[in-house]
């Protein structure tokens, strides 16, 4: 079966400190990836989409970045971040071209920026 | 305009009973998906059920089922006999244009809060 896993659980950053989110998929190849935000109490946005290795597309302009060195590992970054960067990161994968594509996330990664 | 809209930001239901949570669509796309996940406190986004917009039944998952009218372009999702490890957010979401097309993103609800009461 498939498993998603987000590291870390939790993360306390100054601002202006870089940021490194990891998330791998285990048991499936060729995954669609995704990285979302949640404000709190607010639904999901999504920040980066990712087809393939290499190939990311980003669907809001901000301070982060995403990069996808392998196959199940997608990771978003950051070089300086900003109070308005807190909040709750999900990671999320989905089967590629499959009927229905559904996407199934990550336990999440809460980023406090003081 | 909002594309979904979940109207109810908190209900309440008994445990054992059924409980309907609204959601609302907007999409001049003829090919779209529609999601529920429930989200409980520890964050994780849980997949519950899909309805495909060609699909001509509603889905069912367990103890979840999707009511799906098309023409009114709502998605309501109904929970039976609800348990107490049903009190979660749960939100609606949508997917518009044909699968592997390119159409990536899921629209999110801002989310129902349910909570079942002993």
């Known amino acids: 079966s498939q498993t998603i896993h987000q590291w870390p659980a939790t993360l306390v950053q100054p601002v202006g400190s870089p940021l490194s989110l990891e998330c791998t998929v285990e048991g499936t190849s060729n995954p669609n990836l995704y990285w979302y935000r949640q404000a709190a109490g607010r639904g999901l946005q999504l920040l980066f989409y990712?087809?393939?290795?290499?190939?990311i597309s980003s669907e809001v302009p901000q301070n982060l970045s995403a990069s996808r060195p392998q196959d199940r590992q997608f990771i978003l970054s950051s070089k300086k971040l900003l109070l308005s960067d807190s909040g709750f990161y999900l990671c999320?994968?989905?089967?590629?071209?499959?009927?229905?594509?559904?996407?199934?996330f990550g336990p999440g990664t809460r980023l406090l920026v003081l | 305009a909002q594309k979904i809209t979940q109207t109810q930001p908190g209900m309440f239901v008994q445990e054992k009973e059924a409980v309907t949570l609204d959601c609302t669509y907007d999409?001049?796309?003829?090919?779209?998906?529609l999601f529920w996940y429930k989200q409980p406190s520890s964050g994780e986004m849980i997949f519950l059920i899909y309805q495909g917009s060609y699909d001509q039944q509603n889905a069912t998952e367990g103890r979840y089922s999707l009511n799906f009218q098309k023409a009114r372009k709502s998605a309501n999702l109904v929970i039976s006999a609800s348990q107490l490890g049903d009190s979660a957010m749960y939100f609606c979401a949508m997917r518009e244009g044909l699968t592997g097309a390119g159409s990536y993103q899921l629209t999110f609800g801002k989310g129902t809060k349910l909570s079942v009461i002993p």
């Open positions: 999409t001049s796309d003829p090919s779209y998906g």
């Open positions: 999320a994968w989905s089967p590629r071209l499959a009927a229905r594509e559904t996407q199934y």
């Open positions: 990712s087809v393939g290795i290499g190939q």
